[in-house]
Nanobody, 119 residues
Framework: QVQLVESGGGLVQPGGSLRLSCAAS????????VGWYRRAPGKQRELVVG???????NYADFVEGRFTIFRDNDKNTMYLQMNSLKPEDTAVYYC?????????????WGQGTQVTVSS
């Protein structure tokens, strides 16, 4: 079982920036599809950005060029750089890794990190 641990959330003013991190207990971010999701209060979880093993990235429309996903494979860590944050970006952010491994399909989630955008 791969463990994913997010960090980097917090309280930030509108227009500010945060960088979220997702550290994996083993190499997982170079295979399958990995990405970030979020769940705002009273809403369903939604995709923020996904990236395939081939490097294809799929950003949600609401990102509007403000967020960037990237990976450090040496550190088994994935990041989400978020700029120009808006109050509507307030949510719990989760990292995800899914695909098909040697033992079959997998779908790993972190515990989430709270992002609050408020003045």
């Amino acid at each position: 079982q791969v463990q994913l641990v997010e960090s980097g959330g917090g309280l930030v003013q509108p227009g500010g920036s945060l960088r979220l991190s997702c550290a994996a207990s083993e190499s997982i971010f170079t295979a399958g599809t990995v990405g970030w999701y979020r769940r705002a209060p009273g809403k369903q979880r939604e995709l923020v950005v996904g990236i395939t093993s081939g490097g294809f990235m799929n950003y949600a429309d609401f990102v509007e060029g403000r967020f960037t996903i990237f990976r450090d494979n040496d550190k088994n860590t994935m990041y989400l750089q978020m700029n120009s944050l808006k109050p509507e970006d307030t949510a719990v952010y989760y990292c995800n890794a899914r695909g098909i491994g040697k033992s079959g399909p997998y779908d790993y989630w972190g515990q989430g990190t709270q992002v609050t955008v408020s003045s």
